[in-house]
């Protein structure tokens, strides 16, 4: 499929959707890599990686830009040579990105119940103590959620060893209006971040902003 979503938010950033429903093959077509990229790429071990990975290119150029635009910094965050900010992500059938004057950060996951058992590595005891209350459909869906927001926040934050148990908090509060806040505290690393979910049905996707 080609575009599978495409989201305009608020004139702040525009967030593009794939639904990767083809071959790497077709996903590679008329695409041209930099021996950097070509080189990721063969080096992939799975096939859904290098899908994701080609199916970022394709939104690129849907977004104006070429494997040539974008570039990474030493932990991997990926830049646009035109001084705009991208984030990335890519999970299974779905890949996305968001392009901002501002810094923005994406995540898609897949909602699966094992999720649940590793909560107590990502999720502090005010966030645990709000998704173990709900029923096991919701509590996957918003501890999904919690891992979402922190990940498109730790994109934003370029800042290593930063723990998403002890120094990102998410605030579900506002959920049911698919929106709400996180913070970063981590001694004088004090931010505090939207972010915005979209439920793509068995996937859940939030980006973010700083506030
Ligand atoms: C690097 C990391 C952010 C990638 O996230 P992910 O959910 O595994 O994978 P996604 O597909 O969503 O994102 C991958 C993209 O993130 C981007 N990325 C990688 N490192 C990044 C960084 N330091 N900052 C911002 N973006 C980064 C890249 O664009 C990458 O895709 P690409 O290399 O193909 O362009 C993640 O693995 C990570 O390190 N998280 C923090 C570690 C942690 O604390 N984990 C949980 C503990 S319980």
């Known amino acids: 499929m080609p575009l599978f979503k495409k989201i305009n938010h608020q004139d702040r950033a525009t967030v593009f959707v794939w639904k990767i429903e083809e071959e790497l093959k077709e996903l590679s077509e ?12 063969n080096n ?24 040539n635009d974008l570039f ?7 830049h646009l040579t035109d001084g705009k900010c991208i984030s990335i992500t890519h999970s299974f059938e779905y ?19 094992k999720i ?20 096991i459909e919701k509590r996957v ?24 148990k002890d120094h ?11 929106e709400g806040e996180a913070i970063v505290s981590r001694g004088s690393l004090q931010k505090r971040f939207e972010y915005f979910s979209c439920d793509l049905g068995s996937f859940m996707m939030t980006y973010s902003f700083a506030k």
């Open 30 to 41: 008329y695409t041209v890599l930099r021996d950097v990229s070509a080189k990721r790429l």
């Open 44 to 67: 992939m071990k799975s096939k859904i990686h290098q899908k994701g990975f080609m199916s970022i290119r394709q939104l690129l150029i849907l977004a104006g830009y070429t494997d």
């Open 72 to 78: 990474y910094n030493g932990d991997g965050k990926p």
């Open 95 to 113: 890949a996305a990105i968001v392009i901002s004057e501002e810094n923005v950060g994406i995540d898609i996951e897949k909602k699966r119940e």
């Open 116 to 135: 649940i058992r590793i909560a107590d590595k990502f999720c502090n005891d005010k966030e645990l103590l709000y998704v173990n209350s709900q029923e």
């Open 141 to 164: 869906e918003n501890t999904t959620l919690i891992w979402c927001a922190k990940e498109s926040v730790f994109k934003m934050c370029n800042t290593r060893g930063l723990s998403f």
């Open 168 to 178: 990102i908090y998410v605030d579900l509060d506002r959920y049911n209006n698919k």
